[in-house]
């Protein structure tokens, strides 16, 4: 990708975090979803790394490794027009000099920002410290690209079993990590309206909230302070469960009623580019 080109999407995925407006991000899983987006009218969108990962047939949680994750990251970053932010799981790695050289081959990549996790399968939750470290490292990596790419630092620590122990250590990672360089903190596993507006408060930058179908409408986020809402791999598994029950028909009726109403094969090719 065009430096120039990348630095100017940069310089624009920075400024949709700072409004007007809460910024939406739908998560693509390959290029023809990220295409599809774009037509529906996003300025921006994200990766879903379960999704990009259940699509060359690895499980969630950093199974697929770096360098395949980063090489599907760049196919979509590189063939649509609007920026991309990479969910880049935590990484995979621990050490903070690994997650910088990680950070660096997304941005080689053509992405705009990358999410990072502070915790992963085999360790579970990272020290605080660690943590902490990994969002430096990371934020240097971006300075020495040249590339104004925003991290999205995402806590896990919402899976504390007691709440208020869990909502306390949130806050206090989330505001380290913005206070390292991070442009936004991301926190998962929190869904319910009070909870959501406590932390907005508490949160001293962006806030970016993963809703499911009982949360908060984005309009509702917005009032209470919520700056960037992403959906995860969502869309990608709403897409499998519809290809699901389209095979149970053609299993058990011998119909083909899931056919009826679908996008239309030249209309897939002109997404991209046939």
Request: with cysteine; hydrophobic share 50%; net charge negative.
């Amino acid at each position: 990708m065009d430096r120039a080109a990348q630095i100017k999407k940069a310089e624009a995925f920075q400024a949709m975090h700072r409004g007007p407006g809460i910024l939406v991000l739908p998560n693509a899983w390959d290029v023809i979803s990220a295409h599809l987006m774009v037509r529906a009218g996003f300025g921006a969108i994200a990766t879903t790394s379960g999704g990009c990962a259940h699509s060359l047939g690895y499980p969630d949680g950093e199974y697929i490794g770096a360098e395949e994750m980063t090489a599907a990251v760049g196919r979509i970053a590189q063939t649509v027009a609007v920026p991309v932010s990479a969910d880049m799981e935590a990484c995979y790695a621990t050490a903070p000099e690994d997650v910088a050289r990680v950070v660096g081959a997304v941005i080689d990549a053509g992405a705009v920002g990358i999410n990072i996790e502070d915790a992963n399968r085999e360790s579970g939750l990272f020290d605080r410290a660690l943590a902490i470290e990994r969002i430096q490292a990371a934020v240097e990596a971006v300075e020495a690209s040249g590339v104004p790419a925003l991290i999205n630092a995402r806590t896990d620590c919402f899976h504390i079993p007691e709440p208020a122990a869990a909502f306390d250590e949130g806050v206090v990672r989330l505001n380290a990590y913005l206070e390292a360089g991070a442009g936004c903190a991301f926190a998962i596993f929190v869904r319910d309206g009070d909870t959501i507006a406590r932390l907005a408060k508490a949160v001293d930058g962006p806030l970016n909230i993963l809703p499911g179908p009982d949360s908060p409408t984005v309009a509702e986020l917005a009032a209470m302070g919520v700056r960037r809402v992403t959906v995860g791999g969502a869309i990608a598994r709403a897409a499998l469960s519809a290809a699901e029950r389209a095979v149970e028909e053609l299993r058990d009726a011998g119909t083909y009623e899931f056919a009826r109403g679908i996008l239309a094969q030249p209309a897939m090719n002109k997404l991209l580019g046939g």
